[in-house]
């Protein structure tokens, strides 16, 4: 998969409700949604700083400052450097919400319920589990799950990143 094609598919997971645009609603909804979806409440620490760095995020994103993300904005701004920076900080910080005991692993349930939370289909978030976890151990860790994003969006290739991305290809907007 180009790198082209698996930014859309990122971009088609956070377009919520597929307007081809990404609202700052949208956006912000998402480390929310994983809040409710880990039973954490609005003043957790932890639900804190996934709001604190999604909010930086949106900023750095939405270049032209109008409140809606299209895709050519999200294209020009991801990137490895926006990962590291931007990406990174905000997927730990999600993790770190569905990891109830805080050893910076995730189980199948924490992990399915973190990636339906950020609008993956179920059978994704599990395919996606079965391909991070490969020696069945039953057990995500967070550095691998963020390495294997980072590989997807910067067109490195991921099995996991396919896993959690796919979706029709009738689906996908040209
Ligand atoms: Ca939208
Ligand atoms: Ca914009
Ligand atoms: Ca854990």
């Known amino acids: 998969m180009d790198q082209t094609a698996a930014q859309r598919l990122v971009f088609a997971m956070l377009d919520a409700d597929g307007d081809g645009i990404v609202s700052e609603d949208e956006y912000l909804a998402r480390a929310r949604n994983v809040a409710l979806a880990t039973g954490r409440e609005e003043d957790d620490p932890l639900a804190v700083t996934a709001r604190t760095l999604g909010r930086k995020a949106w900023a750095s994103m939405d270049a ?104 029709p290809l009738e689906d996908i907007p040209a």
Do not use: K
């Open 64 to 167: 032209d400052g109008d409140g809606r993300m299209t895709f050519d904005e999200y294209a020009a701004w991801a990137g490895a450097e926006a990962f590291d920076t931007v990406c990174a900080p905000i997927l730990g910080a999600l993790f770190d919400l569905a990891d109830a005991d805080q050893d910076g692993t995730l189980d199948f349930s924490q992990f399915t319920a973190l990636r339906t939370a950020l609008n993956n289909p179920a059978a994704n978030a599990e395919a996606a589990f079965a391909a991070l976890d490969a020696d069945g151990v039953g057990r995500v860790g967070r550095g691998d799950y963020i390495a294997a994003i980072r590989a997807h969006v910067t067109g490195e290739g991921s099995p996991m990143g396919a896993a959690l991305y796919s979706r």
